[in-house]
């Protein structure tokens, strides 16, 4: 009996046949229309391929009609649109390669399906030895990796209502772009094979992997071996924006889907992606990403109303003011025409940050869809290094952003991280004048309408945000007038734990201030209504700003009775109790 491989080889060689004898047919038509000049061409030709095998291309071959996917994975370029088969050499050159090569053995398994791929050959090679630590290379467990499956079942989180949702097929096809440097050959395999596994096999046109230099060209070099997948490596360390950049401009179809290389793809991820993008660019909801004003990304709660609005669709998509930036998909002729990334930040960092704003202020929209879920390896730190320190690198990336599309409110950025003043960042010209050329709206614009949650300093702050303690923050524990105040872990979320101090030397949140009723050490602050030159209620920040002192009173805020009652004023000491610091401190 026939196997199905065996059917389609038949099939293949039969198509293969018939457009031998066409090709055939159309070079002796060439042939005897240059016969006299060919035999020395033809010899130089065989020659020069038989010296550099498979891997030359032809400059003056006009190959174009002819250039099909297998040419070019075999290296042969097409070089122009003039037609078809000038000179004899290219004829010998076309028909070997089109009628002989297919059926050369070892060409024709030059690829081999992800289920064919040997996992323990690959991964092997790379494992974690006795006695070495199996964090050290990947701040991951690299021996747990290692031993799951690269085809491995993952429960499936996603919302009922996805699970019944019927896809359409119709979509167009992506290209996922995975850039990677010195990535644990499990994680990386796993990734790839995953999105093979997981998607439609026509909305995926290939997977285009970026080796960033990484230190053994195997670890991406052996996967160009698995179907649809292309290895392109950088011959020096270009990091995320760069290698991503030099992926997307290799990608041949219309959607660029961005991954990380440790990451695995769950159920219908891709079909709820690839949906919204194809519908037109609409103006368009538990958790969303969002930032605080030193730029760090964040996981950020939807607010009540949010949530009551979504009660009745669960699933639909959900606005956001940034994306984490690992993982995303977006048109590719957007990508484009929006300026793909900076391509003069390093590394990684802060790039999520910048394409965000650029999306939002330009025009564009940013979504998370709930039905789409893939999974992700989180770290505590990075496992490689980065050239220039990796502080330096995040804060320069940040400030290439901040400059170029923050306006006035970058300084909100540098007040809550004044290390980035001294750190150089290079030219930002050319995206500035990207950014006018596109006629991008301001931040202004972006916080009014698009992160309206984030609180934006008043001209009357001097300080802003959470007072700190170490890992604790001053705190209304949810009391009103009269109640007293205390500490809490932060949570960076705003709320109950944001404060400002003024010029008229209040300490506010919203309209209730720090209140000394009682004048002695030891006593309890109230939250009062805010009143106008109530002396009562005015602070001032000492110490290189690391204390608050009531000027009535010359007491510290102190935080030694805050599990006992809350917090007091004390005589100024040099005690931890009394350390203070805003998040945003607007005057230095
Ligand atoms: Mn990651």
Not at 159 to 178: G, T
């Amino acid at each position: 009996m026939l196997s199905r491989s065996k059917l389609v080889n038949l099939w293949g060689f039969f198509s293969y046949s018939l457009r031998c004898i066409i090709n055939v047919l159309s070079c002796f038509f060439s042939f005897a229309k240059v016969v006299s000049l060919c035999l020395l061409n033809s010899v130089q030709h065989i020659f020069a391929y038989k010296r550099h095998k498979f891997h030359v291309s032809f400059p003056q071959c006009h190959v174009a009609a002819l250039s099909s996917s297998s040419l070019k994975q075999r290296g042969f370029l097409p070089v122009s649109r003039e037609g078809f088969l000038h000179q004899p050499g290219c004829c010998l050159h076309f028909i070997f390669n089109r009628c002989i090569i297919p059926f050369i053995p070892e060409t024709h398994s030059a690829f081999v399906r992800w289920q064919d791929f040997d996992q323990d050959l690959y991964v092997g090679a790379t494992v974690v030895r006795p006695g070495q630590d199996p964090y050290a290379r990947n701040k991951f467990n690299q021996v747990e990796s290692d031993k799951l499956r690269m085809d491995r079942a993952v429960p499936d989180t996603r919302h009922d209502h996805c699970r019944h949702k019927q896809w359409k097929s119709d979509l167009p096809a992506s290209s996922v772009v995975i850039t990677f440097h010195n990535e644990a050959r499990s994680a990386l395999l796993r990734t790839v094979v995953s999105v093979l596994k997981k998607s439609p096999p026509h909305l995926v046109k290939e997977i285009i992997l970026v080796d960033d230099y990484s230190d053994n060209p195997e670890d991406g070099a052996l996967l160009g071996k698995i179907e649809k997948v292309r290895v392109l490596r950088n011959d020096r360390r270009e990091g995320l924006m760069r290698s991503r950049v030099r992926g997307a401009d290799a990608a041949t179809a219309p959607v660029l889907t961005f991954l990380d290389s440790h990451c695995e793809c769950n159920d219908h991820w891709l079909e709820p992606l690839l949906e919204r993008v194809a519908e037109v660019h609409p103006d368009t909801q538990t958790l969303f990403h969002s930032f605080d004003w030193n730029l760090v990304f964040k996981w950020d709660y939807m607010t009540l109303e949010q949530r009551r609005a979504r009660q009745g669709n669960p699933i639909a998509p959900i606005k956001t003011p940034m994306i984490a930036g690992g993982l995303f998909v977006m048109d590719k002729e957007y990508f484009e025409q929006l300026g793909k990334y900076d391509m003069m930040m390093d590394v990684w960092g802060g790039e999520n940050l910048e394409i965000s704003f650029r999306v939002w202020q330009c025009g564009g929209s940013l979504e998370i869809i709930p039905c789409s879920r893939v999974g992700h390896v989180f770290r505590k730190q990075h496992p490689y290094t980065f050239p220039g320190g990796s502080g330096t690198v995040f804060a320069r990336n940040t400030r290439r952003a901040a400059e170029v599309w923050m306006d006035e409110y970058k300084n909100f950025y540098y007040a809550a991280v004044p290390s980035a003043r001294n750190v150089p960042y290079g030219n930002i010209q050319s995206r500035l004048e990207m950014k006018k050329r596109l006629a991008c709206k301001p931040f202004k614009w972006y916080l009014e309408n698009v992160y309206p949650e984030l609180r934006v300093p008043d001209h009357q702050d001097i300080a802003f945000g959470a007072l700190q303690q170490g890992g604790n923050c001053l705190d209304t524990l949810g009391h009103f007038a009269d109640g007293v105040v205390g500490v809490y872990e932060c949570h960076n979320a705003g709320g109950n734990q944001e404060w400002a101090l003024t010029k008229d030397k209040s300490v506010k949140h919203m309209d209730l201030c720090l209140t000394v009723v009682d004048r002695t050490a030891g006593s309890l602050i109230k939250l009062q209504g805010c009143r106008e030159n109530d002396s009562r209620q005015k602070w001032e920040q000492i110490e290189s700003n690391s204390k608050l002192r009531h000027v009535g009173s010359n007491l510290c805020l102190d935080s030694r009775s805050a599990r006992m009652g809350g917090l007091t004023v004390e005589v100024c000491s040099p005690s931890l109790n009394q350390q203070w610091k805003f998040t945003l401190n607007l005057q230095s």
